[in-house]
């Protein structure tokens, strides 16, 4: 009886080692996040998403893009898909305190119902949204949408605080628009409204963005066309995100859209012109559709320094 009872006992260790073994596997085969913040590089960027364009891909997630510093977090941009980017970073949406829009175009803020509502709801202190006049209208109507969860789940906890205490919004132009112990930020106005009648939306700007953190810099040109002055402001970064459209994102659109990619986004000769022209340190692109080598290869041929055709979820750290 006591040989059979130790067999029993072994048995039962054996069986619970296999399923402790069994258990751990999907953990290890899950997609691990970029980074821990423990083990994070002082001042990098995250590429959450990196399409360029309204609507979904299959490739791509909307266009966003996470700068830390020193445990500070900027937020350039809220395309469509944000919050699971964020996810799949290991942060969540409370971590974004301050959201920085280059300019108005839907797939540069579709996110933002997500992230800015869920932030509210996981307890998130506050988000402020930057960005070219309308960003106040657009984040009153934003706090409209909210409203009405917030009122639901302030009934559910009474303890939810009005939306407009969570939400706020600044419009700017160019020049120097932010500061605190982190960075300092100034923007410029760029050429991607070029061709808008502004008759018809005669405040709107698209503007480019240059983080100065210390003795580094970043910059985002956003969506643009070319522009000398670019350049300029762009001069000596260590890094430049920049938008870029191909002649195969420019096959694809309707024929009515085509001036506007050949006026107001820029071609791989024109990204190359501009990271050579700005001597920046790196050139990341990011803002993409269909990028073959043969249009790496003339971005290089412009350009000599190094390249990084972004991907989702990439880190960069400088």
Excluded: W
């Excluded at 913040?37 to 979904?56: N, V």
């Excluded at 990011?286 to 991907?311: F, I, M």
């Amino acid at each position: 009886m006591i040989r059979r009872r130790a067999s029993f006992t072994i048995l039962l260790l054996c069986l619970a080692g296999s399923m402790a073994q069994g258990q751990s596997t999907p953990a290890q085969s899950a997609p691990a996040a970029s980074a821990s913040p423990q083990s994070a590089p002082a001042t990098r960027l995250i590429l959450l998403g990196t399409g360029g364009g309204p609507g979904g891909r299959v490739d791509r997630a909307g266009i966003a893009t996470m700068l830390e510093v020193e445990g500070h977090r900027y937020l350039v941009d809220a395309g469509g898909g944000v919050s699971r980017q964020l996810a799949m970073a290991g942060l969540a949406e409370r971590d974004v305190p301050l959201v920085f829009l280059t300019h108005l175009h839907d797939d540069h803020y579709a996110g933002l119902l997500s992230l800015a509502s869920f932030a509210y709801s996981t307890q998130g202190k506050a988000m402020m949204l930057i960005g070219p006049a309308g960003t106040k209208r657009l984040a009153t109507a934003l706090g409209d949408v909210m409203a009405i969860n917030a009122q639901i789940r302030g009934a559910e906890s009474g303890a939810m605080r009005p939306v407009n205490a969570f939400l706020s919004a600044r419009d700017i132009g160019p020049g120097a628009i932010f500061k605190d112990e982190a960075v300092a930020v100034t923007a410029m106005v760029n050429t991607h409204y070029a061709l808008l009648d502004k008759g018809a939306a005669p405040d709107a700007q698209s503007l480019s963005y240059r983080f100065t953190i210390g003795g580094k810099s970043v910059v985002f040109t956003g969506d643009t066309g070319p522009s000398p002055d670019l350049a300029a402001f762009a001069k000596g970064a260590d890094v430049l995100v920049s938008e870029m459209a191909t002649a195969a994102d420019r096959a694809i659109v309707p024929p009515q859209i085509r001036h506007h990619m050949d006026v107001e986004h820029l071609s791989p000769t024109q990204v190359g012109d501009l990271a050579r022209q700005a001597g920046v340190a790196k050139l990341v692109l990011s803002h993409v559709g269909t990028v073959s080598e043969q249009d790496l290869a003339e971005v290089r041929a412009h350009y000599s320094g190094p390249v990084v055709l972004g991907r989702d979820l990439q880190t960069i750290s400088f």
